[in-house]
């Protein structure tokens, strides 16, 4: 990590090259990153290692980029990066981890409180929220509903997930590795996929719902109903 004087100096080479720094309190640039004119490093921002970043990007408030390419016109909120490649036109955050090994392609839009690990995601997919895609190959134009894991890991050896071009991945779904998603293929919300679901597929892999009337008067699951009191 660089001293306070060094910090100084790299910021101003960098004002002086057409990179934008409003308030350099809190950033941290190490010597000889590269960052392309017209970007724009926000506050508490910490750019290390052997990090290459283009043109006209956002990066930050409160990002760690350490050993990452960045391509053109990428934005950065609140985004961890470890040790990868993210493309040109990327959108990614709050609250992102990009951990090493991965591979963004151009135009991808990662939401908040997503991580990826070891992954390539191809052009034009989405990762809005709330996901977890690790160990995981997946194709251009993908759409993510919120709160799909790729399941990677069976407690003794890691598998990898691949998900084609035009799929859509239902809201809460669980790929559990090696499978694969076929090409435009659906999964419905909800569902624990195991096995390989064809390309223009649907696979829905979930139990009918149950409904037991009166279950809530006869288990008396609530404190307040212990005490006599009347469930509301």
């Known amino acids: 990590m660089i001293n306070k004087s060094q910090r100084t100096e790299v910021i101003e080479k960098l004002l002086d090259f057409g990179v934008e720094i409003p308030c350099p309190d809190g950033v941290i640039i190490e010597e000889n990153i590269k960052i392309g004119k017209g970007t724009l490093i926000l506050p508490n921002t910490i750019i ?32 961890q ?10 959108t990614a955050g709050p609250f992102v981890h990009i951990r090493p090994d991965c591979i963004i392609a ?20 989405k990762l809005p929220h709330l996901l977890y895609v690790g160990d995981s190959d997946v ?29 859509f991945i239902g809201c809460n779904t669980n790929l559990v590795a090696p499978v694969t998603v076929g ?32 279950w809530v008067n006869i288990k008396k699951p609530y404190k307040r109903q212990h005490n006599g009191e009347k469930n509301v």
Not at 183 to 188: D, G, K, Q, W
């Open 48 to 79: 290390l290692g052997k990090t290459e970043i283009g043109e006209n990007c956002i990066i930050g408030p409160n990002s760690y980029i350490s050993d990452t390419i960045i391509g053109k016109n990428t934005k950065l909120n609140n985004t």
């Open 81 to 90: 990066s470890f040790s990868s490649r993210i493309g040109s036109g990327v």
């Open 106 to 125: 151009d135009n991808v839009h990662i939401g908040n409180f997503v991580e990826v690990k070891n992954s390539t995601v191809d052009e034009g997919s």
């Open 139 to 167: 194709g251009k134009d993908v759409n993510f509903g919120c709160g799909c894991v790729t399941v990677n890991y069976n407690g003794k050896n890691k598998f990898r997930t691949t998900v084609k071009d035009g799929a």
């Open 183 to 214: 090409e435009n293929a659906f999964t419905a919300a909800g569902s624990t996929i195991t096995e390989n679901v064809p390309d223009n597929a649907l696979a829905v892999a979930r139990s009918k719902q149950t409904i037991k009337e009166n």
